[in-house]
């Protein structure tokens, strides 16, 4: 009994601690059934029966411990041999690990109303509390459960390096007016989660003045603002609740979404969407806050430009994330599910969508963009939508986006073809032709400056083999192809923006964002043709299997 009174006195303290319980035993060993607890420094109570065997334990709690995960260990009580402990009985014991005492830390930065009510909340969700304002007379206790820890400083700087923030904290800033302090405090901090309570307006000009200081944009997308659920809240406690369903389901890795939402509403959401470029990715992104599940398709190695603003980028990278969305590089279909299910948009390589089939979608965007029909038809979908010239809607696909820049760009098409292809990039600044770079001879890129850097017209930005590019006019390298790829002559391989530092890489364009827009109207708008046979009966023998 002394082990539970010991064992609840830790978890109380917030202090770490395993418990080893002997669950399998055979032939001689010095105990049969027993527990023993390990605290975080290493010392025990209770015992399993001493010896080389106790102390292997020891070991494997302190290993337990230190990855916060449980184990179950199994050793024998011999010299030599698989899972010997260096003893001589004889016999075999399996010992199960379990950890406590690792309640995940809060960390609420601000003492305002919504901070209280989220710590009143948070009390009941084995959370240990920790509260930081500049203000005094908002650290009442009676404004806060008993075990909070409540912490004044000067300011906020000053108070976050008081708490010693640790990776596997949840962190919200609510602050009255010093948000900003907090926010550049933290951002470059690993947590476990980050929110800000703000506005959409305030975040996105927090957002921009981080990237005018370099600030990478794998951190600001772990930024959680405008923070938590949209359920209409409008009190103190009604914010609270909103924020801490967020902050649950980021701490399980759930999907989210009502409950009552039937798995098959959900297949018949899913968008496949053929390349993944920087207007492919507008799309994607539109569908995606739009309720669709999307899968998009790439060449094993995509020849995008705007490689901050593209999905494709996963394709090298692994994973990317753009505008806070999270795309993954999946090399096997069966894994698509699991990916979708966390809110991940998997990136296939399949130039040919041959994999189409098995994903059976509800509806497929040809987003390539190759002014030239690759392939893509009406029976590979229920609804079927290409983007731009050399498609004709009514007979290629179910409807044409405009692409052309102009009055008509974003226009949805439902019979006949899009605008024929100007090859003239659209006009910044009075530039079109001069601000694209293309390449000089065939071979590999060598890139020799990279995106976001601004360059001076005669400056040299990269080599293809041996030949020099050099830039053809002063401004922001918004596009360069990825390092390595080999490039023909005149192939596209950078985009220069005369704005310069006004000229934004990290979001995407307002063309794509027109496009994608369109392609969400038409996906509303079209009706669901019949399945084709050969589909029908691929899906009746899925679901046999």
Not at 207 to 232: D, M, S, W, Y
Not at 235 to 248: D, K, M, N, R, Y
Request: hydrophobic share 45%; proline share 6%.
């Amino acid at each position: 009994m002394k082990i539970f009174a010991e064992a609840a006195k830790l978890e109380q303290q917030n202090s770490p601690f395993a418990l080893a319980q002997i669950v399998d035993c055979r032939g001689s060993t010095p105990r049969h059934c027993a527990q023993m607890l390990v605290r975080n420094d290493g010392s025990v109570m209770g015992t399993i029966g001493g010896g080389m065997m106790e102390r292997r334990v020891i070991e494997e709690a302190l290993l337990a411990l230190a990855e916060r995960k449980p184990r179950l260990f199994h050793g024998r009580m011999a010299r030599n041999g698989e899972d010997a402990v260096g003893s001589d009985c004889g016999g075999a014991m399996t010992v199960y690990i379990d950890i406590h005492g690792y309640s995940p830390r809060l960390v609420l930065v601000g003492a305002g109303h919504v901070n209280q009510a989220i710590a009143k909340a948070a009390a009941a969700l084995d959370f240990n509390i920790h509260v930081a304002d500049v203000y005094a007379e908002n650290l009442n206790p009676d404004n806060f459960p008993p075990a909070t820890r409540l912490l004044h400083a000067a300011s906020f700087t000053e108070a976050i390096e008081q708490l010693q923030i640790e990776p596997e904290d949840y962190v919200v800033i609510a602050t009255n007016s010093q948000d900003k302090e907090a926010l550049d405090c933290l951002i470059q901090r690993p947590v476990k989660y980050l929110g800000l309570l703000a506005s959409r307006r305030k975040t996105q000009t927090f957002l921009q003045q981080l990237r005018t200081h370099c600030v990478p944009e794998a951190k600001l997308a772990r930024l959680h603002a405008p923070i938590g659920f949209n359920i209409g809240a409008e009190t103190p406690q009604e914010i609270a609740i909103s924020i801490l369903a967020e902050i649950v389901q980021h701490r399980h890795q759930a999907p989210g979404g009502p409950m009552k939402e039937k798995a098959a509403e959900k297949v018949g959401r899913l968008v496949v969407i053929r390349g993944a470029g920087d207007i492919a990715t507008g799309v994607a992104l539109r569908l995606w806050h739009s309720g669709f599940r999307v899968v998009m398709m790439e060449m094993a190695q995509p020849t995008v430009i705007r490689c901050s603003v593209a999905f494709a980028q996963a394709m090298f990278d692994g994973e990317v994330t753009v505008e806070g969305v999270k795309a993954r590089f999946v090399a096997n279909v069966d894994d698509v599910p699991a990916v979708l299910q966390a809110g991940v948009i998997p990136v296939l390589a399949d130039e040919q969508a041959s994999l189409l089939p098995l994903l059976q979608p509800d509806g497929l965007v040809d987003a390539i963009l190759a002014k030239v029909n690759k392939g893509t038809h009406r029976g590979m979908a229920p609804v079927t939508v290409a983007l731009g010239p050399g498609f004709e809607a009514g007979k290629d696909c179910d409807a044409v986006i405009e692409t052309n820049r102009g009055h008509y760009l974003g226009r949805v098409i439902y019979q006949g073809p899009a605008q024929a292809n100007t090859g003239i990039p659209g006009n910044i600044k009075g530039e079109t032709t001069r601000r694209v770079m293309r390449a000089p001879v065939a071979g590999k890129i060598r890139c020799c400056v990279k995106l976001g850097d601004v360059v001076n017209e005669g400056d040299l930005v990269a080599y293809i083999d041996d030949t020099p590019v050099i830039a053809p006019l002063s401004g922001m390298m918004r596009g360069l192809l990825n390092e390595g790829l080999s490039v023909t002559v005149g192939f596209k391989i950078g985009d220069i923006d005369p704005r310069g530092l006004a000229a934004d890489f990290t979001t995407v364009s307002d063309k794509a964002r027109a496009i994608g827009g369109a392609v969400l109207e038409a996906m509303m708008a079209l009706p669901r043709k019949p399945q084709p046979v050969k589909q029908a009966v691929a899906r009746e023998v899925e679901l046999v299997d």
